[in-house]
C-alpha cells in the first residue's frame, strides 16, 4: 500500500481558489488511480474526482465539474486538485484516496489507503 499525507486545505471566501496536494510514499505510485472524496459534518463520505494511474483519464463529481481539476505528477508522486469557484457547500474535509490498479471508481469503498485529511472550509 501507499502512505498519503494531504496539504493544502484552509478558510476561504466564496469564489476563490484552493490547491490541494497529496504526497504518496511506499509502494509504486504509478500503479495507483487516485481519487479525491470529501467529508461535511454529518454527512456521507461523497466522491470528487478521480484520475487514472497514468493521469491520462479524469471523472468528476457532477457538483464540481467546471470548477475543480485533479492532476498528477508520477514522477514526483503526487496528485494534486486545484478548486475554482468554490461555494459554501463545497466546504468538507478532503481525502485523497488510492486504489491499486488503472482506473478509479467512485465509491470510496475501492480505495485502500487514505490520507488523515485536509478541511476546506468555504465563508459566504
Known amino acids: 500500500q501507499v502512505q498519503l499525507v494531504e496539504s493544502g486545505g484552509g478558510l476561504v471566501q466564496a469564489g476563490g481558489s484552493l490547491r490541494l496536494s497529496c504526497a504518496a510514499s511506499?509502494?509504486?505510485?504509478?500503479?495507483?488511480?487516485m481519487g479525491w472524496f470529501r467529508q461535511a459534518p454529518g454527512k456521507e463520505r461523497e466522491f470528487v474526482a478521480r484520475i487514472s494511474s497514468s493521469g491520462g483519464t479524469t471523472y468528476y463529481a457532477d457538483s464540481v465539474k467546471g470548477r475543480f481539476t485533479i492532476s498528477r505528477d508520477n514522477a514526483k508522486n503526487t496528485v494534486s486538485l486545484q478548486m475554482s469557484s468554490l461555494k459554501p457547500e463545497d466546504t468538507a474535509v478532503y481525502y485523497c484516496?488510492?486504489?491499486?490498479?488503472?482506473?478509479?471508481?467512485?465509491?470510496?469503498?475501492?480505495?485502500?489507503?487514505w490520507g488523515q485529511g485536509t478541511q476546506v472550509t468555504v465563508s459566504s
Open positions: 511506499g509502494r509504486t505510485f504509478s500503479s495507483y488511480a
Open positions: 484516496a488510492a486504489r491499486l490498479g488503472k482506473y478509479g471508481t467512485t465509491w470510496y469503498g475501492d480505495y485502500g489507503s
